[in-house]
C-alpha cells in the first residue's frame, strides 16, 4: 500500500489513498448509506441555532458517548460491516478504536467546518483515523498560529488518513462546500474515547 507522509510542522499526518480496492469501497458506501441510522442533528454557534450541513452518526462500544458543539450523541452498537471495517483500521494503525463518528455529504452544500478535534475525552494527543467513500472531496488544513500555513489533501474514494501526535494542537481542519457538482461521501472517523 502506498503511503503518503504529510509533511508539515507539529503535525504527524499519514495518508493512505488505496486502503481499500475500489470494489471494496464501494460496497462500504453502498451499506453504510443504506444501513447508517443518519441524523441532522442541530448545533448551537455564538447563540443561534443551526441545523448541521450534513449528516451524522456515531456507533461505538456499549455506552459511549461524544460532546462536541454543544451536542452530545450516544453510541449506537457496532453493526458487523462497521467491526469489519475498523479491524482493518486498526491493522494499519496499531490502535484499538472504541467509537466512530459518521459523516454524511449528500452534495457539495455539505460541508464541514474548521475544527481540531481536540474535545477531553479525546485524550491529550488523540489518534484519529478517517476512511473516505464515495465523492472526493478536499480536505484542508490551517495552521492555528499562521493561518497561511495550509495544506490540501483530496481524500479519495477508499483512502485512509491518520491524524496523530500533536497535530489537533497546531492545525484546524475542513471539508469546504464545493459548487462542482458532487456525488454523495461518507466519511468515518474512529476515534478512541476515554
Ligand atoms: O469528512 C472528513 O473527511 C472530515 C471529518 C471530520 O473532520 C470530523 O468528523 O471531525
Ligand atoms: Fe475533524
Redesign the pocket.
Known sequence: MKIEFIDLPNAEIVYYKDFLSVKEASDYFSVFKDTVLWRQDDIKLFGKTYAQPRLTALYGDEGQRYSYSSLTMEAMPFTSEISALKRNVERITKTSFNSV?L?F?RDGKDS?GW?S?DEKELGKNPI?A?V?LGAK?M?QLKNKGDGTLRRSIA?EHGSL?VMKGKTQHFWK?Q?PKTKKIVAPRI?L?FRVIH
Open positions: 463518528l459523516n455529504y464541514n475544527h478535534d484519529i478517517s473516505s472531496r480536505f481524500l488518513l481542519h471539508i466519511n472517523t
